[in-house]
C-alpha cells in the first residue's frame, strides 16, 4: 500500500488553485491504482509510459497537475494487447480492464483499468484506497506504428476519422448513419451485423484501422485515440527508453524523450494555464449524481 504523510489529504492551494480534500484522497486512489498497474507491468514484462496531462504533471508539478482529476497511459499496441488477454486472477481484486474487446457497450477504443465497479463505502474499500468511495482508473492509450509512405499516412487517418464521425453520428441520427454503413463495409472489407452492437462493431473497424501498419518498423508511433480530429504522431526514437520520475509519493516511467513529445503537444509546457481543464472537473460529480438517481429510483420503487 502506497505511503502518504498525514498532512498529504488536507485541502490546498497549488499554483493557486485550490483542490478540496476528497481530491487529494483520489489522488492517492489513483496513485494505489498506478502502483497495482506498474506491479503488474513489471511481472509481466508490459511496457508503459506516463501520456498526456500525468507526462506534463511528472515532468511540470512532480505528480499531478493541480486542476486535473486522472490518469493518462500510453502502451505499445503489443504490450497493450497483451495486457487486455491477461486472466482477471492476474489482476488485484476488485479491479477490471474495460476495453471494446471484453464489454461490447465501452464507449472508446481506448481501455480503463479500473479499481471497482461501483461507489463504495465499506470500511474496507475506504482504508485500501485512502478514504475515496469512487470509481478510479488508468485511460491506457496503445501506440500504433504509421507507414513510412504519407499518402497512406493521410488515407489511415481519414479512413478512421470517418468510422469515428459515423459512431457520433449514430448517437444523434440513428438512420443517417445507418445508411452509410454500406460505404465503410466496402471501404473495410467487413460485414456489420446490424441486428447488434452496431457502436461496438465499429469500434473494432476502427481499432483493425489504427493496427493497419503494425507489421511496419520504419515510420513514426500514434496515439489515434486522442481525438478524431487530430491524432498524435510522435518519433519512435522517443519512446526507445523508459526514464523513472517522481510522482507524488510515488514514481512513473516516462518516455526518454519526454521533452519532445511535451512540446509537440502543448508548447511552451513548463507555462501552468491554472484551471484548464479538458474534462468535468471534478470526475466524481458524475459518479455523484448516478449513485443519487438510483437511490432516487429504488425509493420511488419501493413507494409504488
Request: charged share 25%.
Amino acid at each position: 500500500m502506497a505511503d502518504f504523510p498525514k498532512d498529504y489529504f488536507q485541502a490546498e492551494t497549488r499554483d493557486g488553485f485550490f483542490i478540496e480534500a476528497m481530491m487529494k484522497c483520489s489522488w492517492a486512489a489513483y496513485v494505489e491504482v498506478l502502483e497495482a498497474f506498474d506491479a503488474l507491468c513489471i511481472r509481466h514484462g508490459l511496457r508503459y509510459f506516463a501520456a498526456y496531462g500525468t507526462l506534463l504533471g511528472a515532468v511540470r508539478h512532480k505528480g499531478f497537475i493541480p486542476w486535473d482529476d486522472d490518469m493518462d497511459i500510453f502502451m505499445p499496441r503489443e504490450d497493450y494487447m497483451r495486457l487486455l488477454h491477461l486472466p482477471v486472477s492476474e489482476l488485484p481484486s476488485g479491479y477490471a480492464v474495460h476495453s471494446i474487446y471484453e464489454n461490447n457497450i465501452h464507449p472508446q477504443h481506448f481501455s480503463i483499468l479500473v479499481n471497482s465497479s461501483k461507489i463504495d463505502y465499506s470500511p474496507e474499500h475506504l482504508q485500501r484506497f485512502h478514504g475515496c468511495p469512487y470509481v478510479v482508473g488508468l485511460d491506457i492509450y496503445p501506440l500504433d506504428n504509421l507507414s513510412d509512405n504519407e499518402s497512406e499516412i493521410a488515407s489511415q487517418a481519414e479512413l478512421l476519422r470517418h468510422v469515428l464521425q459515423i459512431i457520433q453520428l449514430y448517437y444523434k441520427t440513428p438512420q443517417e448513419a445507418l445508411e452509410l454503413l454500406p460505404e465503410i463495409e466496402s471501404l473495410c472489407n467487413v460485414r456489420l451485423d446490424r441486428g447488434s452492437n452496431l457502436k461496438n462493431q465499429l469500434l473494432r473497424v476502427a481499432e483493425n484501422i489504427c493496427q493497419m501498419y503494425n507489421d511496419t518498423t520504419g515510420g513514426d508511433l500514434v496515439s489515434f485515440t486522442a481525438t478524431p480530429k487530430r491524432f498524435h504522431r510522435m518519433k519512435r526514437e522517443w519512446f526507445q527508453e523508459a526514464l523513472r520520475m517522481p510522482f507524488e509519493t510515488s514514481t512513473i516511467p516516462v518516455p526518454a524523450g519526454w521533452h519532445e513529445i511535451l512540446t509537440y503537444i502543448y508548447g511552451n509546457y513548463m507555462t501552468p494555464r491554472c484551471g484548464l481543464q479538458m474534462h468535468d472537473y471534478p470526475f466524481y460529480r458524475k459518479q455523484e449524481r448516478i449513485l443519487a438517481e438510483a437511490i432516487l429510483h429504488e425509493r420511488n420503487s419501493r413507494g409504488k
